[in-house]
């Protein structure tokens, strides 16, 4: 079958949804990474404005070739690598196809990564990436595009392979896709700085059953001890929801909650507690958003919300809180409203439709919004 994504066609076998059919052992193609792939295809023109020097694209898990085809109609020299014979030969296809160009080989991505120099990689596995991580930040020049699909061990529903796979302990917490992300984010950064490397995340997030990471890489190993000093825990009260971070490589958890004096509190990290994009590349991205993207309006307004988000380390789900609290929810954005009328920032969050961030405790945001509950 053949189908259309982002002004390019190309042929693919049978369609489906990578997130819920599939091993992962054979060539697919999967639309419900369309929205992943229409933010790439603007990630890379935005990032040939910034690093005009980039030009080569490595897609280290061609599959159907899609990320390829997409990379050379951007005007990059694309090399696609995959172990499936009959992905290479899928991927080449479409690559002739499409006529911008670009090669597919029968290799292995790490052995290719550490024999070859690419200006830009993008790892799009099965599940986490972190065995092509290593070779990736090695001798990648400018940027590191990272998906991660196994969001359980991630965000710690499956605590013990989170900590075999991240070198971290993540905490399945009411932040979850927001704990993913940062572990994912901390995951890269120390990897990278074993390399004197500092990869900044200019734009992330975390969509459905994934998280993506783009990580541009400086190569001052000063840069890199900076970032580290970015990582740390977060320590999370189980009955009031009330949490702090800590920027270390040690933990101090505190003894008992600030907040309620519980002793029900989760440690997790290290995590990445930095931002987890820069507004303004968020807006350049955006603005490289075309009308023949089929997810257009969905990457719009997610771009948009990064943009504005604060980086704050974990956000605050507005119906959690409220539940605990006895209330009902008031409008969003009345509620964000009251939060900065109070003297708060207070920002939507990416991660779903009830998500904020703000510079409020737990303690500040319930008193503040107090006179939204009608029975108060």
Request: hydrophobic letters at 40%; a negative charge; charged letters at 25%.
């Amino acid at each position: 079958m053949h189908v259309s994504e982002g002004g390019v066609e190309i042929e693919v076998p049978d369609a489906r949804d990578g997130a819920s059919a599939g091993t992962g052992d054979d060539v697919f193609y999967n639309p419900t990474q369309e929205l992943n792939r229409d933010i790439t295809a603007a990630v890379l023109r935005a990032f040939r404005e910034r690093e005009p020097r980039a030009e080569s694209y490595l897609d280290a898990m061609a599959a159907s070739g899609i990320r390829g085809v997409r990379a050379a109609a951007e005007g990059y020299d694309v090399t696609c690598a995959d172990l499936d014979t009959d992905a290479v030969e899928l991927a080449q296809s479409n690559l002739d196809r499409a006529g911008n160009g670009g090669e597919a080989v029968h290799r292995n991505a790490n052995a290719l990564m550490y024999d070859s120099v690419f200006d830009v990689v993008d790892l799009d596995p099965f599940g986490t990436p972190m065995p092509f991580a290593d070779p990736a930040f090695a001798n990648t020049r400018d940027l590191v595009c990272v998906t991660a699909t196994d969001t359980a061990p991630l965000c710690g529903a499956h605590q013990k392979s989170g900590i075999r796979k991240y070198g971290c302990l993540p905490q399945n917490t009411d932040y979850h896709p927001e704990m993913g992300l940062r572990t994912l984010l901390g995951a890269m950064v120390r990897t990278a700085a074993r390399y004197d490397k500092a990869a900044v995340p200019i734009l992330s997030h975390a969509t459905r059953h994934y998280a993506r990471a783009y990580l541009e890489l400086d190569e001052r190993a000063t840069k890199a001890d900076e970032l580290l000093e970015s990582t740390g825990f977060v320590y999370h009260c189980e009955d009031c929801l009330h949490r702090e971070a800590e920027h270390s490589l040690i933990a101090h958890p505190p003894e008992a909650c600030a907040n309620c004096d519980s002793t029900r509190i989760l440690e997790a990290g290290p995590i990445w507690l930095g931002p987890v994009s820069e507004p303004a590349f968020a807006e350049a991205v955006r603005d490289e958003v075309t009308e023949d993207f089929g997810t257009a309006k969905r990457a719009r307004k997610l771009l948009d919300t990064l943009a504005v988000e604060l980086d704050t380390p974990t956000h605050f789900d507005q119906h959690r809180l409220c539940k605990l609290w006895g209330r009902s929810a008031s409008k969003m954005e009345t509620f964000l409203e009251t939060l900065r009328d109070a003297g708060y920032d207070a920002t939507p969050a990416h991660y779903h439709g009830t998500a904020f961030k703000t510079d409020a405790t737990v303690a500040e945001i319930r008193e503040a919004t107090a006179a939204l509950d009608p029975e108060s």
